[in-house]
């Protein structure tokens, strides 16, 4: 069993950055980890992703602006966004084990990150 635990969430300029991080206990090892965020009123959106071999995807409205990273060795997957936008504002959720698009076994309780104009 994994459990996903995220923090660095919170209230943001536009323009201004935040890194979220996401602490992982259990077996990670071999899992595609990532984040996707809901915003109010939208459907849930897959944010970036990262295999165990580093292979990175990101959606087209964050491309440039966040970077997703993962420690091995501290089971920690990070997400630093940069060139906030209000549009970015959401709840974002750690996700690991990727088990076909946009599923997966494994879910934080999520963040808050609100981005003001």
């Known amino acids: 069993q994994v459990k996903l635990v995220e923090s660095g969430g919170g209230l943001a300029q536009a323009g201004g950055s935040l890194r979220l991080s996401c602490a992982a206990s259990g077996r990670i090892r071999g899992y595609t980890m990532g984040w996707f965020r809901r915003a109010p009123g939208k459907e849930r959106e897959s944010v970036a992703t990262?295999?165990?071999?580093?292979?990175?995807t990101y959606s087209d409205s964050v491309k440039g602006r966040f970077t997703i990273s993962r420690d091995n060795v501290r089971n920690t997957v990070y997400l630093e966004m940069n060139d906030l936008k209000p549009e970015d504002t959401a709840v974002y959720y750690c996700?690991?084990?990727?088990?076909?698009?946009?599923?997966?076994?494994?879910w934080g309780q999520g963040t808050q990150v609100t981005v003001s104009s």
């Open positions: 996700v690991g084990q990727s088990l076909g698009v946009d599923k997966f076994g494994y």
């Open positions: 990262i295999s165990w071999s580093g292979l990175i």
